[in-house]
């Protein structure tokens, strides 16, 4: 099998039951849709990455349609407060036709979206009422009672995402065409991005 070059579109014969793939490394895959799904979230966020927040009443535009935070004390000596938008769907619900399927971009809403309280998590095992004993960072274990309430409310329509903003390094904005100025901060900058990939 040859090498391919990173990011290179290849694909596969019609007799070979694959499709389109976006070649990685050494014949490792992406499915062209879950990259264009990758992409319109990445547009979703640098959209929201252009907008000033009103820290008393924090409301972004989406592509999806307008989301409400919150701005919270984090009490701690290291962090300061930042503004939360919780439980952002980040593709449709997984329920009914879409069970077991390949995620689909999420539906749009028409009115500002509440983002100040957490969804429901995907289903999990919770070991008498409680998170299982495992290593967890101290930020974390300090509120865990907190987390594992959040943890009872659970859900197949649970692909949402938990979005955190921070304030104390001024105004989070991009200017046009990825320009900034002292008082602008990328938000992708604080966003970390991880992907699971499955290799066939």
């Known amino acids: 099998m040859p090498l391919q070059r990173p990011g290179c579109l ?25 990259l264009l799904w990758i992409l319109s979230l990445a547009q979703q966020a640098l959209v ?27 009490n701690n000596e290291i962090l300061g407060p930042v503004i939360q938008f919780l439980g952002v769907p980040y593709a449709a619900p997984p329920t009914g036709e879409r069970r077991f399927q390949p995620p689909e971009l999420p539906i749009s809403w028409p009115e500002v979206r509440n983002a100040t309280q957490f969804a429901p998590v995907c289903p999990q095992t919770i070991v008498e009422g409680r998170l299982p004993d495992v290593m967890l960072p101290v930020w974390f274990t300090n509120n865990l009672e907190i987390v594992s309430s959040y943890v009872q409310d659970q859900s197949e329509d649970c692909l949402f995402l938990n979005i955190y903003v921070p304030t104390e390094d001024g105004e989070l904005t991009a200017g046009p065409k990825g320009k900034t100025d002292l008082n602008q901060q990328p938000l992708f900058k604080y966003i970390p991005v991880c992907f699971v990939l499955t290799i066939e």
């Not at 019609?14 to 976006?22: D, E, I, T, V």
């Not at 820290?55 to 701005?71: A, F, I, M, Q, S």
Request: a positive charge; zero cysteines.
């Open 10 to 34: 290849k694909l596969y014969p019609a007799g070979r039951a694959m499709q389109p793939r976006l070649g990685v490394g050494l014949g490792l895959g992406l499915d062209l849709t879950f």
């Open 48 to 74: 929201t990455a252009s907008q000033k927040l009103d820290e008393t009443d924090p409301v972004v535009t989406t592509v999806y349609g307008k989301l409400r935070g919150v701005k919270k004390e984090l």
